[in-house]
């Protein structure tokens, strides 16, 4: 009997709070380009460079940027190695890289 008296004592309670209107929601935000989680992969051409140098002396040989992955190094490197010394340093690669951006550029423009 107690028990049935609590639980009609709450039914009384709770019934005008549940007969309350929901709260209006905010309205949702307009939509945003998402952040990228994670900053880019991609790394400098000096982070390349470093990384491929193993002997860290600042020559980058042939065989280290074939194992660096350092793609268009190893494509042009008889080109970037002027001097033919069987290395190639990181402003020689920079010269090669402007010059042939120099180059179509000059070509495309007639």
Do not use: C, W
Request: charged fraction near 25%; charge should be positive.
């Amino acid at each position: 009997m107690r028990l049935s008296l609590i639980a009609a004592m709450l039914a009384l309670i709770a019934g005008p709070v549940l007969a309350q209107p929901a709260a209006p929601r905010p309205a949702a935000p307009a939509a945003t380009p998402a952040a990228p989680a994670t900053p880019h992969p991609r790394r400098t051409l000096q982070q390349q460079f470093d990384e491929a140098n193993t002997t860290h002396d600042g020559h980058l040989t042939l065989e280290q940027a074939r194992a660096g992955r350092m793609n268009a190094v190893v494509r042009d490197f008889a080109e970037t190695d002027t001097a033919r010394r069987g290395y190639v340093t990181m402003d020689e690669i920079k010269a090669h890289r402007r010059a042939v951006r120099l180059a179509k550029k000059a070509a495309k423009q007639g």
